[in-house]
């Protein structure tokens, strides 16, 4: 399995960004697909995933309301959409691919290089 990470950048406080992760090499049925994030100084953590056949979502707390994670299955795609960006969001954000709790746990078995995403008040 392979991910492939991309659409960070540099956005105002308040602003939005929207992240792909287009996976391929295999079969994602059984798999969830998320995000993790790691800022600087800090542990991973843990931002949203989504079931690949089911569609189920989960999120942080501290995304909730803030963040949607969304997939295309034709595109073997997931999308996380990121508006009310502010400056705790900074981070660098890794798509993963796993069982539901593997990803949730930031244990997953496959990752995606990561993708910058700066924010500035």
């Known amino acids: 399995v392979q991910l492939q990470a991309s659409g960070g950048g540099l956005v105002q406080s308040g602003g939005s960004l929207r992240l792909s992760c287009a996976a391929s090499g295999g079969t994602f049925s059984r798999y969830a697909l998320g995000w993790i994030r790691q800022a600087p100084g800090k542990e991973r953590e843990f931002v949203a995933l989504?079931?690949?056949?089911?569609?189920?979502?989960y999120y942080a707390d501290s995304v909730k309301g803030r963040f949607t994670i969304s997939r295309d299955n034709a595109k073997n795609t997931v999308y996380l959409q990121m508006n009310s960006l502010n400056v705790e969001d900074t981070a660098v954000y890794y798509c993963?691919?796993?069982?539901?709790?593997?990803?949730?746990?930031?244990?997953?078995?496959?990752w995606g290089q990561g993708t910058q995403v700066t924010v500035s008040s």
């Open positions: 993963a691919a796993d069982s539901f709790g593997m990803v949730r746990a930031g244990n997953a078995a496959y």
């Open positions: 989504i079931g690949w056949s089911t569609g189920a979502t």
